[in-house]
């Protein structure tokens, strides 16, 4: 039974015309001899320090409100500014601008 099922195997192999699929094969059979040596599982390709890296770049919006002592925009100061700029279109025809723009 197991025989048969190597050559079935072979075959398939064999018929295979892709060569990422054979390295893909590879791969398997490679770590399958891993597995089979106890050879530890390899791991990712981010480190620890990678994730690191990654989180230094986001941004702390909290941390920004705090340092920068941001207090939002109330409607009504919304609405004078609006009042102000003397703006007469509705707020759909601008959106629709916008996304001309964009």
């Known amino acids: 039974m197991l025989e048969a099922k190597k050559y079935n195997l072979i075959e398939r192999i064999i018929s295979v015309a892709d060569e990422r699929v054979i390295d893909a094969i590879a791969s398997i059979k490679d770590r399958a001899d891993d597995v089979r040596a106890g050879v530890p599982k390899k791991s990712s390709?981010?480190?620890?320090?990678?994730y690191q890296e990654l989180q230094s770049r986001f941004v702390d919006i909290e941390g920004l409100k705090v340092q920068q002592n941001y207090t939002p925009?109330?409607?009504a100061e919304l609405t004078s500014i609006?009042?102000?700029?003397?703006?007469?279109?509705?707020?759909?025809?601008?959106?629709?601008?916008?996304?001309?723009?964009g």
């Open 73 to 75: 925009t109330t409607p």
């Open 45 to 50: 390709k981010y480190t620890t320090s990678t």
């Open 82 to 101: 609006a009042e102000e700029a003397n703006i007469e279109q509705s707020i759909e025809e601008l959106l629709a601008g916008l996304k001309r723009m």
